[in-house]
């Protein structure tokens, strides 16, 4: 069983300085104006097309497999786009970690909370359906500051920053779980928690079927859904939270219910339904989608890597 991470003095030895240097470069930028914040974050993200040269490619083959009919201009501005909130992302991750209730609820707009009040009626679970866009811990700082829940995690492999991080998560959740822990995220639901969790990756052929996404007509996608949905019968609502223009804050957009809607019948179906509500939620804000992952590593036996 995965423990949450807790502050061990090892963490002062001299190998871990430089990351404290860089938490403690992003702490003083994040308490700046926000217009600074965005200022500093656009050209961040601007600077990473020449570092970050092999997850240059991964986005360029990402906007190719899923949008083939968007012209070459089209595709090279929302590469040029999703550098710049790639930048943004990495300060809003701050912001999300070291910013207080009030200034966050300051810079929300919030559309659609009914529908978790409305779900939250019946007493049933309600899994918040998550999508891996940059603004990722920043939307889920602002859910969890509004409807505290349980946040599902990837430990980081390094100690330190998987203490920050979960630190940082802990301060609008009331617990994390593991990724891989299933058990403990139906255990949640059926006892009527909120459980925020993200299908959209690609998390191997374990547990996986092949079904479309965009242009990818064989797209591995986790049956976690599924299990969870069949089992524990949570309220299935999708969120998104997304950056608006020329520093205007954010918008968390709340979606109804789709538990009457999804089909249940095959484990397919289902993930064919979910995957249709990721593409509609990633077109609200494609330059804001973490393109970054390599998304269709996984392929079906006999089928030609794609990166």
């Keep these: 069983m995965h423990k949450i991470p807790k502050f061990h003095y090892y963490f002062l030895h001299p190998k871990f300085w430089l990351i404290w240097i860089g938490i403690g470069i992003l702490y003083v930028i994040v308490s700046l104006p926000y217009s600074v914040i965005y200022y500093l974050g656009i050209r961040l993200g601007r600077m990473t097309k020449y570092f970050l040269l092999h997850r240059m490619h991964i986005i360029k083959r990402n906007l190719d497999l899923c949008f083939p009919n968007l012209s070459t201009k089209e595709k090279k501005d929302l590469f040029n786009k999703n550098c710049e909130s790639i930048g943004m992302g990495v300060l809003e991750t701050g912001m999300a970690w070291f910013w207080s209730e009030h200034r966050i609820k300051r810079w929300f707009k ?16 309600i899994l918040l359906i998550g999508i891996h866009f940059l603004t990722l811990e920043l939307g889920a ?5 509004l409807n505290p829940g349980i946040g599902v995690y990837r430990p980081n492999d390094n100690p330190l920053l998987d203490w920050i991080q979960t630190k940082g998560r802990l301060r609008s959740n009331k617990k994390m779980l593991i990724c891989t822990n299933v058990t403990g995220m139906i255990k949640a639901l059926k006892n009527g928690e909120i459980v925020w969790y993200a299908p959209d990756h690609d998390y191997g052929r ?6 479309p996404l965009f242009a990818v007509p064989k797209a591995a996608s ?11 019968k949570p309220a299935l609502i999708p969120f998104i939270a997304r950056r608006l223009p020329n520093s205007f804050g954010y918008e968390l957009i709340i979606f109804p219910n789709k538990k009457n809607e999804v089909p249940l019948n095959t484990s397919t179906d289902m993930i ?11 077109l609200l804000a494609p330059d804001q989608y973490m393109w970054l ?15």
């Design 110 to 125: 919030i559309k659609g909370l009914k529908n978790i009040t409305q779900a939250r009626k019946n007493k049933t679970g």
């Design 206 to 211: 374990k547990n996986s079927v092949f079904v």
């Design 222 to 232: 986790t049956i976690g859904t599924y299990i969870l949905t069949k089992i524990a």
């Design 293 to 307: 992952h390599r998304r269709f590593k996984t392929r079906p036996p006999g089928e030609p890597y794609l990166y």
């Design 141 to 145: 700082r602002i859910l969890g500051t």
């Design 272 to 282: 064919k339904y979910i995957n249709k509500i990721i593409e509609q939620i990633i």
